[in-house]
């Protein structure tokens, strides 16, 4: 059973009054005194798929009022999460409540046993969501204090509204906060344009349901980024929207002189495209058979062919792909430009006249880690092509 990570905030949006009275943490606890703890594992519940945290409110060692907040899959298998809270009445150890589940509406039932057991905790008894009762039998569970369950939070969604380089945030990655009720309609207002949607972040995880905000990424082509996030700010429900991490690795990329690859205030990228095929047509000891520009990304894919090694009496074909970004070295004008390039996707294929061999991409059995082959120093002489830098990251700084 996994730990659950609950942002404050969507306590406060379950029981305002209760968690705003919590927020301001005792420097210490005096015997007697109304203290908060957490648990944030309950084995067994959804298969063990279930995201749960219980919040108590003690008087001493008496328990004198509980918050059950659970989260787990709609349907067995589904990444669609549903979520309950309820405020459970204290009886002694007994600790009961009924709700109904924010998303599907159905009717929950929580009776539980809570027993102490030395250090730890025991809790026993059923929770009933719709028809689907489950038996609750959890040992040796630990509590946390409010400050360490708050320290243990992770709400950082990486999104910043103004850089003052790309070196830690990707040119062409958008980071969308926006509140859950308004999430449809602004992705809605997506349809037509041209940026392309993370297919990873529509999915509502438990943390987003808890703050009731869900973050979007978006990847756009870097001529547009600043133009895209201008127009989100304004759009109904968007808390927060900036730049966010994304494709480019700092390790892979090159920073230049603008002047002469650009065609008055634009990047000339058909210019740039043939100087990268230019290049790794040699480092690569491949011929160029493709150059394409992605409208929505921003994104050059290079396709370079070769003949394979590997059985070379078939006259097989290697093809490489490479993906390549361009872009100003920061957001706004800038007299720099930085460009970033993939390690190469390598596909061989048989392509003779007549029938072809057909085939299969096997992984070695004996190679661990999955690092990429090496490119014959491609970065390095596309620095030298550039006449650009190489970014040093033991000391952080272009070189």
């Known amino acids: 059973m996994r730990a659950l990570m ?25 015997p007697g005194s109304t203290e908060v703890r957490y648990f944030t594992s309950i084995d067994g519940l959804m298969d063990g798929n279930a995201d749960v945290v219980l919040k108590e409110t003690r008087q001493g060692k008496a328990v ?22 309820a405020n459970l009445a204290v009886n002694g150890q007994n600790l009961t409540g009924t709700t109904q589940t924010t998303g599907d509406k159905k009717p929950v039932t929580v009776k539980l046993l809570r027993k102490p057991s030395g250090d730890s905790f025991e809790f026993r008894g059923q929770i009933t969501i719709g028809t689907n009762v489950t038996e609750v039998t959890s040992s040796d569970n630990s509590d946390l204090s409010e400050k360490e369950f708050l320290d243990n939070q992770t709400s950082d969604d990486g999104i910043t509204p103004q850089p003052k380089d790309f070196t830690e945030v990707s040119p062409e990655s958008v980071g969308v906060r926006v509140k859950l009720e308004a999430a449809l309609d602004y992705l809605k207002s997506l349809r037509g344009e041209g940026v392309e949607v993370g297919l990873g972040s529509l999915a509502i995880t438990c943390d987003a349901m808890r703050a009731g905000e869900q973050t979007i990424n978006l990847t756009v082509d870097p001529e547009r980024a600043a133009a895209l996030i201008a127009k989100t700010k304004s759009a109904p429900g968007v808390t927060a929207v900036g730049w966010t991490s994304g494709a480019v690795e700092m390790d892979r990329t ?7 690859w650009r065609d ?5 990228k058909d210019k740039i495209a043939s100087a990268i095929s230019g290049v790794l047509s040699r480092t690569l000891s491949a011929k160029p058979a ?58 061989t294929t048989d392509e003779n006249a007549g029938p072809k061999l057909n085939l299969s991409e096997e992984a070695a059995g004996d190679e661990e880690g999955g690092d990429p082959k090496d490119d014959n120093g491609s970065v390095e002489a596309l620095a030298k092509e550039f006449k650009g830098q190489r970014w040093d990251a033991d000391k952080s700084v272009w070189k």
């Open 290 to 347: 493709g150059a394409d520009w992605n409208a929505n990304t921003g994104k050059l894919k290079l396709t370079l062919k070769r003949p394979s090694q590997t059985y070379p009496a078939l006259g097989l074909t290697e093809s490489l792909e490479i993906t390549a970004l361009v872009s100003t070295d920061k957001p706004g004008a800038s007299d720099r430009l930085m460009l970033w390039i993939s390690s190469p996707v390598i596909t």
């Open 64 to 85: 004198t009022a509980a918050v059950l907040d659970v989260c787990y899959p709609a349907e067995k298998g589904s990444d669609r999460k549903d979520r309950f809270v």
């Open 6 to 30: 609950l942002c404050l905030f969507g306590l406060v949006t379950v029981s305002p009054d209760f968690a705003f009275a919590q927020m301001k943490l005792p420097a210490k606890t005096a």
């Open 254 to 260: 090159i920073r230049f002189a603008a002047g002469e």
């Open 264 to 268: 008055g205030d634009k990047i000339n």
